[in-house]
């Protein structure tokens, strides 16, 4: 498809040269997001379908966050010793299990053991997807590969949030076989549909987690990734809050957010190919930046429209930050490494989920505006500090692509 003047189309420019089994990834991804009900309204489910209280459901949501924690390493390990595939197809399948238990058990204690095993096994997969995208797709193809896997999740994401919400008043038991048959289609679709692509192992010098502890850029890049998590997730833990603080009510969040959700499906495709083409840690910083700016303004506003606002300008950092991470991880693991290195960095966003809500709390009952100039502060530093990584980066992805393949 092209237009008048022999150019590439959009869609063919956005969406080609990336290989057969990049699009079995993107199409397992999307379907896998589509079911994605659960955990969204785990909380409510808790607290109404299993009458827990607010501190029982607490605990049961921070050991499911405790499992999400050791989940990342474990499976960056198992992409790297077993392979991608099997890791992947293996993790959505004990997904699909752990939700039908989940959603059939009534004790506390059975709960609280499914919680554990979820975190464990829910985004098991997310190393090995990263893993078999730098496997699969060229160097300068990556941002716009993941990208495009980003912009999949979303708009699955958003259609399952509404779907949910509506499900969910029927009886919480169907959420977890949606849930479950996506996780299960997913896993199937890569297992018949993409080939190993793991580095032969002969071929591999030894590596083990402390090689990746070593790396000194890796290392701060995940720091900084952490950093940068814990301001993000702000916009899922302490903004709720925040708004209801304001006496807004709790349909004012779900309004602010739809903006989210609605510019990123929006936006994200437009831009993917262009950003891609740009460095990827002064994409990043940008990105950075207008999150972090966008989160501070919210200590200026106190209305609905005012929320979805600054929720607009978070969201255009959010999506210029889309398939950037992800290739700057993929530049600077070496090929027999490469599971563990997604590994580590998806250790950032589980640290984050963790400690996002445990410090953000506190600083919102201090004082909303001085939350939101610390995270806004805090992004910005995140920024200053990719900036400063950036020729580190940049030496190691034209090393890595001189490297012989594995």
């Given at each position: 498809m092209t237009t008048v003047t022999g150019r590439p189309g959009f869609l063919q420019s956005a969406t080609g040269g990336l290989p057969r089994p990049f699009w079995v990834l993107f199409a397992g991804t999307l379907v896998n997001r589509l079911g994605t009900m659960v955990e969204p309204f785990i909380g409510i489910y808790l607290t109404q379908?299993?009458?827990?209280?607010?501190?029982?459901?607490?605990?049961?949501?921070?050991v499911f966050g405790v499992g999400s924690l050791l989940s990342q390493p474990f499976a960056g390990w198992l992409a790297d010793h077993f392979g991608r595939r099997v890791t992947l197809s293996g993790s959505m399948i004990?997904?699909?299990?752990?939700?039908?238990?989940?959603?059939?058990?009534?004790s506390l204690h059975g709960i609280t053991a499914a919680m554990l095993v979820l975190g464990l096994v829910v985004d098991a997969y997310r190393p090995a997807s990263q893993a078999l995208v730098a496997d699969l797709v060229s160097p300068e193809d990556r941002p716009r590969a993941f990208g495009l896997l980003f912009w999949a999740v979303n708009l699955g994401f958003s259609i399952a949030m509404i779907a949910g919400g509506?499900?969910?008043?029927?009886?919480?038991?169907?959420?977890?076989?949606?849930?479950?048959?996506?996780?299960?289609?997913?896993?199937?679709?890569?297992?018949?549909?993409?080939?190993?692509?793991?580095?032969d192992r002969s071929e591999d010098t030894p590596g083990r987690f402390a090689d990746v502890l070593r790396d000194r850029v890796m290392v701060t890049y995940v720091v900084i990734s952490l950093t940068f998590t814990f301001v993000y997730l702000q916009a899922y833990t302490t903004l709720p809050l925040a708004m209801t603080g304001e006496g807004l009510p709790t349909s004012a969040y779900?309004?602010?957010?739809?903006?989210?959700?609605?510019?990123?499906?929006?936006?994200?495709?437009?831009?993917?190919?262009?950003?891609?083409?740009?460095?990827?840690?002064?994409?990043?910083?940008?990105?950075?930046?207008?999150?972090?700016?966008?989160?501070?303004?919210?200590?200026?506003?106190?209305?609905?429209?005012?929320?979805?606002?600054?929720v607009a300008v978070w969201t255009l950092g959010e999506v210029v930050t889309a398939g950037v991470a992800g290739s700057i991880v993929a530049s600077l693991a070496p090929a027999h490494l490469r599971g563990r290195y997604s590994g580590l960095y998806g250790?950032?966003?589980?640290?984050?989920?963790?400690?996002?809500?445990?410090?953000?709390?506190?600083?919102l009952a201090v004082s909303s505006t001085l939350l939101w100039l610390v995270i806004?502060?805090?992004?910005?530093?995140?920024?200053?500090?990719q900036l400063a990584l950036g020729p580190a980066i940049r030496r190691r992805s034209r090393t890595q692509e001189t490297a012989p393949a594995g």
């Open positions: 379908a299993r009458g827990m209280s607010l501190a029982a459901a607490g605990l049961v949501m921070t004990a997904t699909a299990v752990t939700f039908i238990a989940l959603g059939y058990t009534t509506w499900l969910a008043q029927t009886g919480f038991t169907t959420l977890f076989w949606i849930d479950a048959v996506t996780c299960l289609i997913f896993g199937v679709l890569v297992w018949r549909a993409i080939p190993e692509t793991r580095p779900g309004m602010a957010m739809a903006v989210n959700g609605a510019l990123i499906v929006v936006v994200q495709p437009l831009t993917n190919r262009w950003m891609s083409r740009r460095d990827p840690s002064a994409v990043l910083a940008a990105g950075f930046a207008v999150v972090g700016l966008g989160l501070a303004l919210t200590a200026v506003v106190s209305s609905t429209l005012g929320y979805a606002v600054t250790l950032a966003w589980s640290a984050g989920g963790m400690l996002a809500p445990l410090i953000g709390t506190r600083l806004g502060g805090l992004g910005l530093l995140a920024a200053v500090g």
